[in-house]
């Protein structure tokens, strides 16, 4: 089994609901709160799985805004816990000293909660997402969700020359259509003066 996300970046808003849910469920979920500081506080700093970055892509008038959605890749040889000096990072583990989770787990918590319906057990950004731009499943079915839309839209690996073999896949956003645009020629001082004119001479 090998559990992942596909995230549609054709699909992707960039509302961050994704984002909220996320730290929403890790923070009040079966763990505790997350590492943050000062939560509450005026300058408060703290950890969020997911992040979204945006991007302007293309020229005026057929620019486009593309929502990169971020987060763990769940990646099958992880430089972040070979790289780690002492140890200390894991792959969708619970950081047990602390009692609370250090990185995205997939909502590890949610999707074996048997008392969950079985359309429920999926991560909580996947869940909530209003544009249904994240899909959730097993990449080695390839009858899953997951498998299908990656193969039928090219799913791509994030930076995949790094050699750490991410899991979770992208779809790039589709080719846009040129759009056309309406330029008035006419000044439209002249086009008012010339309105009122025609109106004045009934």
């Not at 960039?14 to 730290?23: D, E, I, Q």
């Not at 929403?24 to 992040?51: A, C, H, I, M």
């Amino acid at each position: 089994m090998k559990l992942g996300l596909v995230i549609d970046l054709d699909t992707c808003v960039g509302c961050n609901a994704c984002a909220v849910a996320c730290k929403q469920w890790n923070t009040s979920g079966t763990t505790g709160l997350l590492t943050d500081f000062e939560p509450y506080g005026k300058d408060s700093t703290g950890v969020w799985f997911n992040r979204i970055r945006n991007y302007e892509v293309g020229d005026y008038p057929n620019s486009k805004t593309v929502h990169f959605p971020m987060s763990c890749m769940h990646c099958d040889d992880a430089a972040c816990v070979t790289v780690c000096p002492t140890g200390a990072s894991y792959k969708r583990e619970l950081d047990r000293e602390d009692g609370v989770m250090k990185k995205c787990t997939l909502c590890v918590d949610r999707i074996y909660d048997e008392n969950l319906p079985e359309d429920e057990r999926k991560p909580a950004c996947v869940m909530t997402c209003p544009s249904h731009a994240r899909y959730f499943g097993d990449f080695d079915d390839p009858n899953s969700e997951v498998s299908i839309i990656s193969r039928e839209r090219n799913g791509e690996q994030l930076m995949p020359e790094l050699g750490y073999q991410p899991v979770n896949k992208y779809l790039s956003p589709r080719e846009k259509k040129n759009v056309g645009t309406y330029v008035n020629e006419t000044n439209s001082i002249k086009a008012v003066k010339d309105w009122v004119n025609r109106l004045v001479t009934r």
